[in-house]
């Protein structure tokens, strides 16, 4: 058994030509098992059809877009149009975004705040996730005004790093990948700063983690070869971790993962300050 590590960006933030042919070099190789990676959401977008119209399971360390797995406001087709086989393929290691903005939505409500705004840059992202926040929002029984005139704190989406909440010179945001100093694997950071010289990044942990849930699915597989992709897509579908570097966690039928902490940071100048890292409230 072995892995074939693959370029997705060709010194670009992600390049699809190469996503593409990485993702159909996989799906053509009769021996390839599962499929880690995109990090990101818009290159999984583009290679998880592929994927999925060729059986083999896909795991994303990093992806949270809602529509990888459930219907989304500005996404028509999803997650349809990421399954031409007819079947879920795909899997996420991190929380989805819509619980990132439920997850601010609750700071919020402990900051104190009474009124938002929810402000999107206008992108199908952006815009989806200033509807989901707004909903937790009220239902946490705080004001989203029409206008950004008079609140507390403001709502920003569409960032690259994670969602943002603004007030008179403070800046608090979110990320669905947790600090390395919160990882309930405690030992995790100081193994990988040992074993690789260098501290670990956030998603350093939701990568191998990746890896542990397709091992663990191809070591339980069928070994008939007509079934054995299938058998590995069943086995990360549906699993159950009760022990990892994120803590106890599942994946659910549709290929949600049940990870539920968020970290949150407070932004000071250049530096992100890493604070607690709850679940939202279920």
């Known amino acids: 058994m072995r892995a ?3 370029d997705d960006a060709n010194g670009k933030p992600w390049d ?3 996503v593409s ?3 159909r ?3 053509e190789d009769s021996s390839a098992a599962a499929y880690i990676g995109e990090l990101d959401s818009q290159p999984t977008r583009a290679s998880a059809s592929i994927t999925n119209d060729a059986g083999l399971v896909q795991v994303s360390p990093g992806a949270g877009a809602v529509d990888l797995t459930r219907p989304a406001e500005g996404y028509p087709n999803s997650p349809g149009r990421y399954r031409p086989s007819g079947e879920a393929s ?3 290691i991190v929380p989805a975004d819509d619980e990132q903005a439920q997850a601010l939505a609750d700071w919020a409500s402990e900051l104190g705040a009474r009124t938002l705004s929810a402000v999107s840059d206008g992108s199908a992202y952006g815009d989806l996730m200033a509807a989901e926040f707004t909903a937790a929002a009220e ?3 705080l004001q989203v005004p029409p206008e ?3 609140v507390d704190l403001a709502f920003s989406a569409g960032q690259a790093d994670g969602l943002q909440l603004r007030g008179p010179g403070v800046l608090y ?3 669905a990948a947790l600090h390395p100093s919160n990882l309930p694997g405690e030992q995790f950071a100081s193994e990988f700063e040992a074993r690789f010289n260098r501290p670990s990044g956030p998603y350093a942990a939701y990568g191998y983690e990746a890896m542990r849930l397709v091992l663990g699915a191809i070591a339980d597989a069928s070994d008939s070869g007509d079934q054995f992709r299938d058998s590995v897509r069943d086995g990360v579908l549906g699993s159950e971790r009760s022990e990892s570097v994120l803590g106890p966690y599942s994946i659910t039928d549709e290929g949600d993962s049940t990870v539920c902490m968020i970290q949150r940071y407070r932004v000071q100048g250049p530096e992100r300050i890493p604070l607690d890292a709850p679940c939202p409230p279920s």
């Open 4 to 6: 074939e590590f693959l």
């Open 16 to 18: 699809p030509v190469a």
């Open 21 to 23: 042919a990485n993702a």
């Open 25 to 27: 070099g996989a799906t």
């Open 90 to 92: 795909f899997a996420r």
């Open 139 to 141: 239902e946490a029984g």
């Open 148 to 150: 950004a005139a008079a």
């Open 173 to 175: 945001e979110t990320s």
